[in-house]
């Protein structure tokens, strides 16, 4: 009986780890002009939500051959999305301020 108990716990903890994540996955905030985080281990179609919580502005973009992109000029409490595309290692980084940088590694 114990044995067969262990077995559900173990099947149901591996079903949740195969559910997609839900919109909004990763919420990274900007404050005292650096990155809240400075590695995410992430999913193809996750999606990244960068929070400006400084009060000055930010410029992120990023060179990846996987996802290149500029985001552009983010005001003060701005709020900016992507979606990872593609499976690969994304260095991203702030146009304004050189020493903010983040890493998000992408499975599928
Ligand atoms: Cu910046």
Redesign the pocket.
């Known amino acids: 009986m114990r044995r067969s108990v262990a077995f559900i716990a173990g099947a149901s903890i591996a079903f949740a780890a195969a559910l997609p994540v839900v919109a909004g996955d990763f919420r990274v905030r ?1 404050t005292d ?1 650096h990155f809240s985080v400075v590695e995410i281990d992430a999913r193809v179609s996750d999606e990244i939500e960068f929070v400006n919580d ?1 009060k ?5 973009f990023s060179r990846s051959i996987v996802q290149p992109f500029d985001l552009g000029a983010q005001r003060p409490g701005e709020s900016l999305r992507i979606r990872l595309a593609g499976a690969g290692e994304m260095k991203i980084e ?4 050189p020493k ?1 940088r983040l890493t998000i590694r992408v499975v599928k």
């Open positions: 900007q002009r400084d000055v502005a930010h410029n992120i702030c146009a304004i301020h903010m």
